[in-house]
């Protein structure tokens, strides 16, 4: 257990719907990232907040947004759903200027149909 | 997009046997991580290295770093049918403005160790 929850576990959304997934940091650690990892691939990096500000972004359309909240819990909203938008969404919290190694969720499995 | 690749995609041993992954990147890093994913959930930090360093070890795990071919390499000694599961390897780029700190993952390595 790594102290870091998601919520929900899993979810069926419809093409074009909006779905928010939410991320409960790990105690102390103020910078959080969110990852999409699709079937049988590596995670990719979407983007990364710290003190509530987001400071690095991947390769993600503008629809994927984010928070991050005062208490470091986090919320990844993403609009106008598409197909290929079906992963797991895993986020991952650290100490920036701590130690290097990030700490991971257990993930939402998002399915779009 | 993926930094690099991990090599084999798929690896079956016996218990008791090592396991040996491969990780090739492409651009310069600080450090290169190694990560564990059982059943497609969270990841599970194994070990670091940085880029000043060329092997490292962690109980049964081995890491090595070769800057110079842009590769690294994890293995595990005498496994256990508890090791099955997708390794993947991730870097941190050398320079990450503001603070940025993005892991850049490979594709993985699918390791099933049979009791």
């Known amino acids: 257990e790594t102290g870091v929850t998601q919520s929900p576990t899993h979810l069926i959304k419809t093409r074009g719907q909006q779905v928010t997934l939410r991320c409960s940091s790990q105690?102390?650690?103020?910078?959080v990232s969110w990852y999409q990892q699709a079937l049988g691939q590596g995670p990719q990096f979407i983007f990364q907040y710290y003190r509530e500000e987001e400071n690095g972004r991947g390769n993600f359309p503008p629809r994927f947004s984010g928070l991050q909240f005062p208490n470091y819990s986090s919320e990844l909203n993403v609009n106008a759903l598409e197909l290929d938008d079906s992963a797991l969404y895993l986020c991952?919290?650290?100490?920036?200027?701590?130690?290097?190694?990030?700490?991971f969720g257990p993930g939402t499995r998002l399915t779009v149909t | 997009s993926q930094q690099g690749e991990e090599d084999p995609q798929a690896l079956s041993i016996q218990e008791g046997e090592n396991a040996t992954m491969n990780c090739s990147y492409k651009t310069s890093i600080n450090n290169l991580q190694w990560y564990r994913q059982n059943s497609g959930r969270g990841l599970v930090h194994l070990i670091l290295?940085?880029?000043?360093?060329r092997e490292k070890h962690s109980g049964r795990l081995r890491v090595t770093l070769d800057t110079s071919k842009k590769s690294s390499s994890l293995l595990i000694t005498a496994s256990r049918a508890a090791d099955t599961a997708s390794y993947f390897c991730a870097t941190v780029p050398l320079y990450s403005g503001a603070g940025s700190y993005q892991l850049t993952f490979g594709k993985g390595t699918k390791l099933s160790v049979i009791p």
């Open positions: 105690s102390g650690h103020n910078t």
């Open positions: 991952a919290s650290r100490i920036t200027g701590g130690r290097y190694e990030q700490y």
């Open positions: 290295i940085r880029s000043n360093e």
